[in-house]
């Protein structure tokens, strides 16, 4: 098991690399994360003025205590070695992570990794530059379990439901709908890659809810997927990040009996007692070890 940086990942904006006036609003939104994006957001012949519009973004803007991420271009891509070495070469110091999308297997996350490494020696940098990997094809869900375990700076796995529903052939007119499939169409991938994000000790998000405009469907994505145990949520639109916001945030009730528990616990244990009844109901080892996600949740949030 890894030992990664603290970050609040609970809205990880998409901003288009491409766009400058998109980066400076996110730099002063709210988002936890913004990631800019040199991939699908970014034509094949503006790439080159991207990653320019990039480094020139992470250098002068001011972003706050947000993380500041890139997601370059797909390995297999004739762009992605030079979208890490450019933006690496000019705005290192003001970059946090880089995001690797349509990761296939560990050897994806191995290459960036080397690259990373390299450069990081090169700009005699004192800090270690994170990965997000996005798994958005049927054989990266399929090797998960590696992927998570592939390198010390991965931090976090993201499920992309646009493009493994594509890589899986799933009916395009489910892909959005709740009412297309019985149950949750999304069910086992997202647990697969939740377990394995857990069992890797990092951290798993929530994918991308396309249709911004139905903040009701996006709502009921963020609950489900808070409930299920994922940090955060994709927001592929400003307006999106209040709500991931709010539905990663455990609210004050809850951390205030998360905190008289754990104090009630201590106290029984002081007392060589191992399980007592609160309001009714029993708390032992594993119930305090279940409010111990919800307290250290809010301690990275400063509630």
Do not use: W
């Given at each position: 098991m890894t030992s990664q940086p603290q970050r609040l990942r609970r809205a990880e904006l998409a901003v288009p690399g491409s766009n400058e006036s998109m980066m400076a609003k996110a730099a002063a939104g709210a988002a936890d994360l913004v990631f800019l994006d040199l991939e699908d957001a970014v034509a094949p012949n503006a790439k080159a003025q991207a990653?320019?519009?990039?480094?020139?973004?992470?250098?002068q803007l001011n972003w706050g205590r947000k993380s500041r991420c890139v997601r370059i271009n797909d390995v297999q891509t004739e762009h992605a070695y030079q979208d890490i070495i450019e933006v690496m070469e000019g705005a290192a110091r003001n970059l946090d992570l880089i995001m690797i999308p349509k990761v296939r297997s560990a050897r994806d996350v191995h290459f960036v990794d080397t690259l990373l490494s390299q450069l990081?020696?090169?700009?005699?940098?004192d800090k270690r530059i994170g990965i997000e990997v996005l798994i958005e094809e049927a054989e990266g869900l399929i090797n998960v379990e590696e992927i998570a375990r592939s390198s010390p700076r991965v931090e976090a796995l993201i499920l992309g439901l646009g493009d493994f529903s594509a890589s899986i052939g799933v009916d395009q007119r489910a892909v959005w709908n709740p009412y297309a499939y019985p149950g949750d169409l999304w069910h086992y991938p997202r647990y697969k890659v939740l377990v394995a994000a857990r069992a890797a000790g990092i951290d798993a998000v929530?994918?991308?809810?396309?249709?911004?405009k139905n903040t009701q469907g996006y709502d009921e994505e963020a609950r489900r997927g808070?409930?299920?145990g994922f940090v955060g949520k994709w927001a592929?639109?400003?307006?999106?990040?209040?709500?991931?916001?709010?539905?990663?945030?455990p609210p004050q009730a809850d951390i205030d009996k998360a905190?008289?528990?754990?104090?009630?616990?201590?106290k029984a244990l002081a007392q060589g007692?191992?399980?007592?009844a609160i309001d009714g109901?029993?708390?032992?080892?594993?119930?305090?070890?279940?409010q111990a996600n919800v307290l250290q949740r809010a301690a990275l949030m400063g509630l």
């Open positions: 990653r320019t519009k990039v480094v020139n973004a992470l250098n990081e020696r090169k700009l005699k940098l929530d994918g991308p809810f396309a249709d911004f808070s409930i299920m592929i639109h400003p307006c999106q990040v209040a709500p991931a916001i709010a539905a990663f945030t905190r008289a528990m754990a104090a009630a616990y201590d007692v191992g399980a007592i109901v029993l708390v032992d080892v594993a119930t305090v070890r279940a």
